[in-house]
């Protein structure tokens, strides 16, 4: 089954604590991207991927580090969470086809920072 | 920056009544995607508009792209129980989307 998977779906940790969400895709898909999502703000882009240890920043990169070293994986590393990153977090995939740039999505990950 | 702007951010209907969501922006929108979020879900993709104008429709959803290519709409006849959720427009440029904020579709019980 075609999917984007994303692990933990949910985790609570404290301030300062590094963490890691790890997303992976099987479509063979070219661009990786990451979402945070806030009530009234719809999704932000965190950091996307075009390929291979290619990562460029979105629009809310700030706290957030990136790796694209194989295609199907792209994990989301925060080094020194913040309360202010407490939000649900989605993992997106598509193909680079030029026709279309339709998003798959993971089904989350519901991040608390205390 | 640039920006989508979504209205209305809520639409409470009557089941059976029909609901339409807003996309604007201020300068020419190359392309529109239009997704659909569960509650307690992630958002799905319904389609991409790229032509001035162009109208599709799946079953009852109408998507529609301005002629000037700078407002789309996505209108659903007679709501169902299975509509409710959040509806987003989004843009693809320089390979990222910009989302708007989205218009949850609530049922009246």
Redesign the interface.
């Known amino acids: 089954e075609a999917q984007v998977t994303q692990n933990p779906r949910y985790l609570i940790t404290v301030t300062g604590k590094k963490l890691t969400v790890t997303c992976s895709q099987n479509m063979n898909h070219e661009y990786m991207s990451w979402y945070r999502q806030d009530p009234g703000l719809g999704l932000r882009q965190i950091y996307y991927s075009m390929n291979v240890e290619v990562t460029d920043k979105g629009d809310v990169p700030e706290g957030y580090k990136v790796s694209r070293k194989e295609k199907r994986n792209f994990p989301l590393i925060l080094e020194s969470p913040s309360p202010n990153q407490t939000s649900l977090y989605f993992c997106a995939s598509s193909s680079s086809g030029l026709n279309s740039y339709e998003q798959y999505f993971g089904p989350g990950t519901r991040l608390t920072v205390t | 920056?640039q920006q989508v702007m979504?209205i209305p951010?809520y639409q409470h209907v009557q089941e059976g009544e029909d609901f339409t969501t807003y996309c604007n922006s201020s300068t020419t929108l190359s392309n529109i995607?239009w997704y659909k979020q569960r509650p307690g879900?992630?958002?799905?993709?319904l389609i991409?508009l790229v032509k001035s104008g162009e109208v599709k429709k799946q079953k009852r959803l109408t998507f529609q792209f301005g002629e000037a290519k700078k407002n789309s709409s996505l209108h659903i006849t007679a709501t169902q129980t299975t509509d409710v959720g959040t509806y987003?427009c989004?843009e693809?440029s320089n390979?990222?989307?910009i989302?708007?904020?989205?218009t949850k579709l609530i049922i009246k019980p």
């Open positions: 920056g979504q951010q995607q879900g992630h958002p799905v993709f991409q987003f989004a693809l390979y990222q989307l989302w708007g904020a989205g």
